[in-house]
């Protein structure tokens, strides 16, 4: 009788953080930690937090160094708040390749993108945090508090994913204005490429373009040309969808999903009564009358394929 082969379990990819802080991007980065593992089939990475006594950027750094052997990625998580020699931890981080989750000012300026696009260059922590408490998006958080901060964001962790590529957009010329020195800028993140990472929430690039601008994903453009607000509150819009491809482009509500949403997690998906189609190396002018969302600060959202383009309005 031939013997039945066994199942080989593959191994998962391993991933190991290390953090500056105590209490926050310890707790926060822990509490996703145990999401993961409470759910391991859905996941594909093994995710480890390495606690260690280093405070500063370059000790992060070099103690990451020591533990990438044994893992298969390693990634360090510290933020500008307090330090000057960051130059040196970057340098650093590059030639031992080690990834960073950096944060300008502070932490708390990935926490504050879960509830709003800020580009507000904070001098300190301290006044994120006044900020945070002002708006009312996190009463009685405190830096040192041993307190689990994930529950609060956990449902808000796509738009902050999607608010830290906003801001990455918005400090591109400043970037080029510092030689491409990130640990130059205030604010700034890449917090969300470890989240997203880890969470697995980064199968779509992110995309944001402005009223007027085109942007081009897979084989179309799309470009919002105006938005008009009636007096029964619907809001009145004008695009053009170009096909680059060879072929014809057929729109409907299985190719190009589309909603009007804001920073307050809601979304209003709406539909294309009939579908369009768009004749190759043509473009074609859309009209779109949606009911509007009263609060918060609103885009408009197209999903196509594996992009997600937002128009900021």
């Known amino acids: 009788m ?3 082969r ?3 379990k593959k191994l998962k990819r391993s991933i190991y953080i290390v953090a500056e802080g105590t209490n926050t991007e310890r707790i926060y980065f822990e509490a996703i930690i145990e999401q993961i593992e409470e759910n391991a089939e859905k996941y594909s990475f093994q995710v480890k937090f390495v606690d260690t006594d280093k405070t500063d950027a370059i000790g992060l750094i070099n103690r990451a160094n020591e533990l990438k052997s044994e893992c298969d990625e390693i990634w360090a998580v510290f933020d500008k ?12 981080a590059d030639k031992y390749n080690i990834k960073m989750a950096f944060s300008s000012i502070a932490f708390e300026n990935w926490i504050l993108l879960h509830f709003e696009r800020n580009k507000t260059p904070f001098n300190k922590a301290r006044q994120v945090i006044d900020y945070l408490h002002q708006k009312k998006y996190f009463t009685g958080y405190d830096k040192k508090a041993n307190t689990n901060i994930y529950p609060k964001l956990k449902q808000r962790t796509e738009l902050a994913i999607e608010n830290a590529v906003w801001l990455r957009r918005e400090m591109t010329l400043v970037l080029e204005q510092e030689n491409g020195k990130i640990y130059q800028l205030n604010p700034y993140t890449t917090v969300d490429y470890l989240v997203a990472k880890i969470l697995e929430m980064d199968d ?3 995309i944001w373009g402005n009223v007027g601008e085109t942007i081009t994903f897979g084989s179309i453009s799309v470009t919002v040309t105006c938005m008009t607000l009636t007096n029964n509150d619907i809001l009145d819009i004008k695009l053009w969808i170009e096909n680059h491809h060879n072929t014809g482009y057929l729109i409907n509500n299985y190719g190009l999903k589309c909603y009007l949403a804001n920073d307050l997690v ?12 768009i004749e190759p190396s043509t473009k074609k002018d859309i009209a779109l009358n949606l009911s509007y969302l009263k609060e918060g600060y609103f885009r408009l959202d197209f999903i196509h394929e594996r992009k ?3 128009i900021q309005i």
């Not at 708040?81 to 650093?92: D, R, V």
């Not at 709406?270 to 369009?276: D, P, Q, T």
């Open 2 to 4: 031939a013997r039945r």
């Open 6 to 8: 066994r199942k080989t």
């Open 81 to 92: 708040n307090g330090y000057t020699l960051h130059q040196q931890a970057f340098e650093k």
């Open 204 to 206: 779509k690039e992110v």
């Open 266 to 277: 809601c979304s209003l998906p709406f539909s294309f009564r009939k579908a369009i189609l």
């Open 308 to 310: 997600k383009m937002i």
